[in-house]
């Protein structure tokens, strides 16, 4: 499998509009000189020897300036959030991702679709992992061979963010299911 982790950082970092770097100056963060859509760049330059970002490192988005604050002090990029939770790739940052505010928005989504060419390429960072049929396609037996085939396979999660989750009906459900119109089966 082909990795594309550069690509997917640069990518994701630029589609949030990037972060601002303390400076060492008075200048506020908004006007500063130095900003970078890399996010391998505000890692290297903000993180430790222990692997771990300080609070305050502030994101920019349409909305304005919004940063992470941990109790602890810093955010340790090498917790379990950052693991593989089973052998699909798939880590708590595949969808929550710090630079969307911890969260999953179709924009971002779109971003690692397109640079992973919709998870066929890992990006080292388990981002690209939302592509898989168990739960981030319409359906579960849905074909993703070609990329038309991915986008059109992932399609409510590209547009929407939304993950599917098939649940059985409860044996003690006060409802009957009748009918199905599944335009996904």
């Keep these: 499998m082909k990795t594309r982790s550069s690509a997917v950082l640069v990518a994701l970092s630029a589609s949030v509009g990037g972060c601002a770097f303390d400076t060492g100056t008075s200048q506020d963060a908004d006007t500063a000189d130095e900003q970078s859509s890399d996010l391998d760049a505000v890692v290297a330059r903000h993180s430790d020897d222990h692997n771990r970002l300080p609070n305050h490192v502030p994101v920019f988005d349409a909305s304005g300036r919004f940063t992470t604050v941990s109790g602890h002090g810093f955010v340790d990029l090498s917790n379990e959030?950052?693991?593989?939770?089973?052998?699909?790739?798939?880590?708590?940052?595949?969808?929550?991702?710090?630079?969307?505010?911890?969260?999953?928005?179709?924009?971002?989504?779109?971003?690692?679709?397109?640079?992973?060419?919709?998870?066929?390429?890992?990006?080292?960072?388990?981002?690209?992992?939302?592509?898989?049929?168990?739960d981030g396609s319409n359906s579960p037996t849905a074909d993703v061979s070609t990329l038309a085939k991915r986008r059109a396979?992932?399609?409510?999660?590209?547009?929407?963010?939304?993950?599917?989750?098939?649940?059985?009906?409860?044996?003690?459900?006060?409802?009957?299911?009748?009918?199905?119109?599944?335009?996904?089966?």
């Design 81 to 134: 959030f950052f693991q593989d939770l089973g052998s699909n790739g798939r880590r708590c940052v595949s969808c929550h991702i710090p630079t969307s505010g911890w969260t999953i928005t179709p924009h971002s989504v779109q971003t690692v679709f397109d640079a992973t060419d919709g998870g066929k390429f890992d990006d080292g960072l388990g981002l690209g992992a939302i592509f898989r049929t168990v």
């Design 153 to 185: 396979a992932y399609s409510m999660l590209l547009t929407k963010g939304l993950i599917r989750i098939g649940l059985p009906i409860p044996a003690n459900a006060e409802f009957e299911l009748v009918a199905v119109d599944d335009p996904y089966h």
